[in-house]
C-alpha cells in the first residue's frame, strides 16, 4: 500500500501537478535555458539533484529542528539557506566536471537558489501531510524527485520545440518569447489532460 502512494505521488508531480505547468513555479528558468537541448538537460539534472537533496534536508530540519523548537516561523529563511548551500555544491560540482556546461548554463545556475520551484517543493512537503506518518521522509523526497523529473520534462520538451521553432517559417512579430509563451500555453493546456489520470 505505502509502495503505491509513493508511486501516485511520483506520477501525480510528474504529469498531474507539474511545478512548471500546472502551479506556475519555476518560470525563469524554464523561459531562460529551454533553447538549446544540451543546456536543458544539465539544468534539468541538477534542478532534479537540487530538489531531491533539499527535500531531505529541509524535511529533516523542519521536523525535528525548527517544530521542537517552536520556531517553525522560520521556515522560508531556513529553507533559503539550506537550499543555496546546496546549489553552490552543485555549481562547484558542475564546474568541475564539464566546464563547457557550466559556461552555457551561466547565470541560471546560481538562479536555482531562487527557483521557486525548488523552495515550493520544500514548501509543500511541510504542508502535504507528510510529517505525521511512517514513511514522511520517503514521501517527501519522493516528491522531490518527482517535481525536478517534472521540472526536466516539462524543460526538454520546451528545449526540442524551440529548436524546431528557430527554423520554423513564424512571422516577425510572434518570434522569440511571443511563440514562446504561446507554446507554454499550449503545453499547459495539454498536461491539463493528464488530470483525469486514474491512477
Same mark, same amino acid.
Given at each position: 500500500?505505502?509502495? &503505491? ?18 502551479? $506556475? ?10 533553447? &538549446?537541448?544540451?543546456? +536543458? ?9 537540487? $530538489?531531491?537533496? +533539499? ?15 517552536? !520556531? ?5 529563511? +531556513? ?48 504542508? +502535504? ?9 520517503? &514521501?517527501?523526497?519522493?516528491? #522531490?524527485?518527482?517535481?525536478?523529473? #517534472? ?9 526540442? !520545440? ?22 507554454? #500555453?499550449? $503545453? ?12
Amino acid at each position: 500500500m505505502e509502495i &503505491k502512494a509513493l508511486f501516485v505521488i511520483l506520477i501525480s508531480t510528474i504529469f498531474i501537478n507539474n511545478y512548471v505547468l500546472s502551479q $506556475m513555479l519555476g518560470l525563469c528558468p524554464f523561459l531562460g535555458v529551454s533553447r &538549446k537541448l544540451d543546456s +536543458a538537460l544539465g539544468m534539468g539534472l541538477a534542478v532534479i539533484f537540487v $530538489m531531491v537533496m +533539499a527535500s531531505f534536508f529541509t524535511f529533516l530540519i523542519y521536523k525535528y529542528v525548527l517544530i521542537p523548537f517552536d !520556531i517553525a516561523y522560520l521556515r522560508t529563511i +531556513a529553507f533559503i539557506l539550506v537550499i543555496a548551500g546546496l546549489v553552490q555544491f552543485v555549481e562547484m560540482v558542475i564546474e568541475n566536471i564539464s566546464p563547457v556546461l557550466y559556461h552555457s548554463l551561466g547565470i541560471f545556475l546560481p538562479l536555482i537558489t531562487t527557483n521557486c520551484a525548488v523552495l515550493g517543493v520544500a514548501v509543500l512537503n511541510t504542508e +502535504a501531510g507528510f510529517l505525521n506518518g511512517n514513511l514522511g521522509l520517503l &514521501k517527501a523526497v519522493v516528491q #522531490g524527485l518527482g517535481a525536478g523529473l #517534472g521540472f526536466t520534462l516539462a524543460l526538454l520538451l520546451m528545449a526540442g !520545440i524551440r529548436e524546431r521553432l528557430e527554423i520554423a517559417d513564424i512571422p516577425e512579430n510572434l518570434k522569440g518569447l511571443p511563440i514562446t509563451f504561446i507554446t507554454a #500555453g499550449l $503545453m499547459a493546456m495539454a498536461f491539463l489532460g493528464f488530470s483525469g489520470m486514474k491512477i
